[in-house]
Antibody, heavy 123, light 107 residues
Framework: QLQLQESGPGLVKPSETLSLTCTVS??????????WGWIRQPPGKGLEWIGS???????YYNPSLKSRVTISVDTSKNQFSLKLNSVTAADTAVYYC???????????????WGQGTLVTVSS | DIQMTQSPSTLSASVGDRVTITCRAS??????LAWYQQKPGKAPKLLIY???NLESGVPSRFSGSGSGTEFTLTISSLQPDDFATYYC?????????FGQGTKLEIK
């Protein structure tokens, strides 16, 4: 059973870069069945897909965030990471990492999720 | 982007009730739809994929239907554990988008 765990600072200053890491256990990040995704949820609001990465480095990003987002993968550590630069208060959210099922070369749904980590953007 | 609209936003119901939540897509997504359940302070949990397929381990009182632009999630007999917020998500095209959520409350 896949397990995912987010880690990183809970407080980031405006205009700086938010950095989070997701550690995958119970399976290999090099699986051909998955991309690995980031989703966020502002307090009291809905879910927003940020982007997803394959173990080989291929990425898909939400166009609304693409100019500020970088997702990378480290297969040696079974981890993938999120960087979001030039953050503002609007980026305050719970950030989730999740396994993004790949079926017949098409990205599908998110079947395993981390517990989420709250990142607050404030000076 | 494909917009996903859920209704109602809030639903009050009692244990044992049959409830239905609707999700509408701004354009056809065939059956490329998932439903999630989220409890306060917890991550979403996958319930249904491809509109009507029950994820392993999910109770059979949950069911999904629909195709094209209109979908429903039905809980046949509400249990205390089912009071939560429910989200639909389309995976027909990028960017993947979610509905705004339906909060299921105890009447």
């Amino acid at each position: 059973q896949l397990q995912l765990q987010e880690s990183g600072p809970g407080l980031v200053k405006p205009s700086e870069t938010l950095s989070l890491t997701c550690t995958v256990s119970g399976g290999s990040i090099s699986s051909s069945s998955y991309y690995w995704g980031w989703i966020r949820q502002p307090p009291g609001k809905g879910l927003e897909w940020i982007g997803s990465i394959y173990y080989s480095g291929g990425t898909y990003y939400n166009p609304s965030l693409k100019s500020r987002v970088t997702i990378s993968v480290d297969t040696s550590k079974n981890q993938f990471s999120l960087k979001l630069n030039s953050v503002t208060a609007a980026d305050t959210a719970v950030y989730y990492c999740a396994s993004h099922l790949l079926r017949f070369l098409e990205l599908c749904y998110f079947d395993h999720w981390g517990q989420g980590t709250l990142v607050t953007v404030s000076s | 982007d494909i917009q996903m609209t859920q209704s109602p936003s809030t639903l009050s119901a009692s244990v044992g009730d049959r409830v239905t939540i609707t999700c509408r897509a701004s354009q056809s997504i065939s059956s490329w739809l998932a439903w999630y359940q989220q409890k306060p302070g917890k991550a979403p949990k996958l319930l249904i994929y491809k509109a009507s397929n029950l994820e392993s381990g999910v109770p059979s009182r949950f069911s999904g239907s629909g195709s094209g632009t209109e979908f429903t999630l039905t809980i046949s007999s509400l249990q205390p554990d089912d009071f939560a917020t429910y989200y639909c998500q389309q995976y027909k095209s990028y960017p993947f988008t979610f509905g705004q959520g339906t909060k299921l409350e105890i009447k």
